[in-house]
């Protein structure tokens, strides 16, 4: 059975960090895409980051850009998104994901998801 699950979210307040890990069960991540989105309270799910299976990483939303960064950890079947100086904008349910083929920001093109984590932030 493929699964992935996250781990990693929490309460921080503004400005800490978070390291959210996503573990795979199932299948080898090597060559699939894998992304972070998130969705907040109201809105729809966003893309936020994408790896792909060569590296190569694109962000989808500009406001985390120079504060998240996403990597992956083939031996360890794992892929990670690193958060810095969070924002209370950055508040919601963030799930991993994974696709063969290239990164979209589109979530309704990825084929498997994690249960997701919250990542609340707050004073």
């Known amino acids: 059975q493929l699964q992935l699950v996250e781990s990693g979210g929490g309460l921080v307040q503004p400005g800490g960090s978070l390291r959210l890990s996503c573990a795979a069960s199932g299948f080898t991540l090597d060559y699939y895409a894998l992304g972070w989105f998130r969705q907040a309270p109201g809105k729809e799910r966003e893309g936020v980051l994408c790896?792909?299976?060569?590296?190569?990483?694109?962000s989808y939303v500009d406001s985390v850009k120079g504060r998240f960064t996403i990597s992956r950890d083939n031996a360890k079947n794992t892929v990670y998104l690193q958060m810095n100086s969070l924002k209370t904008e950055d508040t919601a349910v963030y799930y991993c994901?994974?696709?063969?083929?290239?990164?979209?920001?589109?979530?309704?093109?990825?084929?498997?998801w994690g249960q997701g984590t919250q990542v609340t932030v707050s004073s």
């Open positions: 790896i792909s299976s060569s590296d190569s990483s694109t």
């Open positions: 994901a994974a696709k063969t083929g290239r990164c979209y920001s589109d979530y309704e093109r990825w084929g498997y």
